[in-house]
C-alpha cells in the first residue's frame, strides 16, 4: 500500500522536529529514514504510525487520509527498538495479541489463532518457541518474535524502528535478510528509521535523508552515492 | 575490586555496628511488640477472647473494616489514574501534582482531621446546609472515610509512579499498533505490568487505614460501639485502667502489621523476580 506524506510539522517544545516534510512511498517498496539523532527521522516513523500527531500536514495510505486516525485503526504492524514484548505473556500470546483484541464478531476463534501463531512462528524462524517467555530468549530471538506480532493481523504497512539499535553485528546480519525475504514474501510496504548509512545503503530500495526536521534528499542508494544533494549529504555519507 | 578494599571495615567496627544495630531494634521494636502480646494475655486466653469479641469491641473491629473497605479501593483507583496520567502523559502541572500527592505525609494527622470538622463540621462551612438537610458527615461513618482516604491516599500513587515512569510507554504504543482499545490496553498490559507494585501499596494504604489514630480520632467523636474504630477503641479502655482489654484489642492490631509484614516480605520477593525477568 502506498503512503504518502504532504507538508507535515512537528514541533516539541520549541524546536521543529520536522518542518514541512513531504514524502511519496510507493506500494511494495522498502524505504529507509537516515540521519543523525534529532534529525527527526523517528519521529517521522511515529507520525505515519500514529503515535504522533503533526500539527499540520497530512498522511494517505493508499489514497485513504489517515492523518485524524489513531494507531489502532490504522492497519500497520510497527516493530520497536527494544522489542517492547509483554513480559507477563508467552512468546505465542504476545504473537496472538493483535488477533485477540479484535472486535468479537470479527475476531478468530480459538483454534485459528494458535495456526496463525504456529504460521509466524514458522516465518521468522522460531518454530515451537511458542511456550517460552520473552525473558527466556536472546536480543535477536526477541526482535523475531516482535516482528511476528507486528504481523499477526496482516498489515499492508510495516514500520520499524531502529529495529537492529540493539543487536550485535552478526545477528544484525541476519534479521536483515529475514527482514527484506519477509517484505518481498508478503508484498509488504516498510519503513524503517535507522542511523547507521551502511545500513540503510545495503537494505533500502530508497534512502530518505533528514536533516534538522527536513529531508535532504529522497533517492535509491546508487544515486544519492553517485549524485548527493546537499553539502550534508556529502559529509554525512563521507 | 579496587573500591571495595577501601570500604573494607576492621572486624571489630563490623562487629559493634551489627550489635547496635540488632540492639536498637530489640530495644525499640521487639520489646513494646513483646509487651502489648503479653499484656493482651496477661490475664489468659478467656479474658483475651472476651475482650475481642464483646459488643463494643465488635463494632469497632467492624467500623474498621468498613472504613478499610471504602477507603482502600478509592485510593487503589485514584492512585491507578494518577500515577498512569503521571507516567504515560505530558502536561502541564505534573510536577504540582506529584507534589500534592505527597502532602497527606507532610501534614500532621491531626490537621488532616480538622481540616474535614472546618469543611463539613456544625459550626464549618456547609454546616448549616447539612445540619438543614440532615445529613452527618463528621462524628459519623462519611468523616470517618474522608479522613481515612486524606491520610492514607499517597500509598499506591508514591509506589506506582516511580514503576510505571521507569516502564515507559513502549507496551501501550506497541497494544495500540496492535489494534488495542484504550481499555483493552490498560487491562491487558498496563495492570499486569505493574501487579505486583500495585498489591504492595494496596497492602502499606491498607495497613495505615486501619491503624489511623490521629486524623480519626479527630472526626470520629468516640462514641462507643457506633463511631469508635480499632485505634480509637484501645484508646477509651486504656484511659478507663482496662489494661487487659486495651492490650487485646492493640494485640489484634499488632497481629495486622505482622500479616502485613509477611506479605510484603513476601511480595517483595516475587516483585523482584518479575523486575529481574523484564529487564
Known sequence: MSIRIEGVSKTFSDYPALNSVSL?????????????SGSGKTTLLRIIAGLERPESGRVQFG????????????????????????????????????LTVMPRRMRPNGAEIRRR???????????????????????????????ARAL?????????????????????RELRVALRTIHEELGLTSVFVTHDHEEAFTLADRVALLNHGRIEQFAPPAEIEARPESEFVRTFLA | MASRSTLREPPLVKALLMLGAFAYIVLMLLLPLWAVMSEAFRAGLRAWS??????????????TLLVAAIAVPLNTIFGVAASWAISKFQFRGKTLLIALIELPFSVSPVVSGLVW???FGAQGWFGTWLIDRDIQIIFALPGLVLATVFVTFPFVARQLIPLMTSQGRADEEAALTLGASGWQTFW?????????????GVLLCNARAMGEFGAVSVVSGHIRGETNTMPLHVEVLYNEYNFVAAFAVASLLTLLAVVTLALKSALEWRYRAALAARS
Do not use: C, W
Open chain 1, 152 to 172: 499477526a493481523r496482516d498489515p499492508k504497512i510495516l514500520l520499524l524502528d531502529e529495529p537492529f539499535g540493539a543487536l550485535d553485528a552478526k545477528v544484525r
Open chain 1, 63 to 98: 489514497g485513504r487520509d489517515v492523518t485524524k486516525s489513531s494507531a489502532a485503526s490504522r492497519g500497520i504492524g510497527f516493530v520497536f527498538q527494544h522489542y517492547a514484548l509483554f513480559g507477563h505473556m508467552t512468546v505465542a500470546d504476545n504473537i496472538g495479541f493483535g
Open chain 2, 117 to 119: 470538622v472546618l469543611l
Open chain 2, 50 to 63: 472476651m475482650a475481642v469479641t464483646e459488643p463494643d469491641a465488635r463494632a469497632a473491629i467492624k467500623l
Open chain 2, 188 to 200: 491487558r498490559v498496563t495492570l499486569p505490568n505493574i501487579r505486583f507494585g500495585l498489591l504492595y
Open chain 1, 117 to 147: 501463531v504456529t504460521e509466524l512462528l514458522d516465518l521468522v524462524r522460531l518454530p515451537g518457541l511458542g511456550d517460552r517467555f520473552p525473558s527466556q530468549l536472546s536480543g535477536g530471538q526477541r526482535q523475531r518474535v516482535a516482528l
Open chain 1, 24 to 36: 511519496e512511498i510507493g506500494s511494495g517498496e522498502f524505504v529507509a529514514l537516515l540521519g543523525p
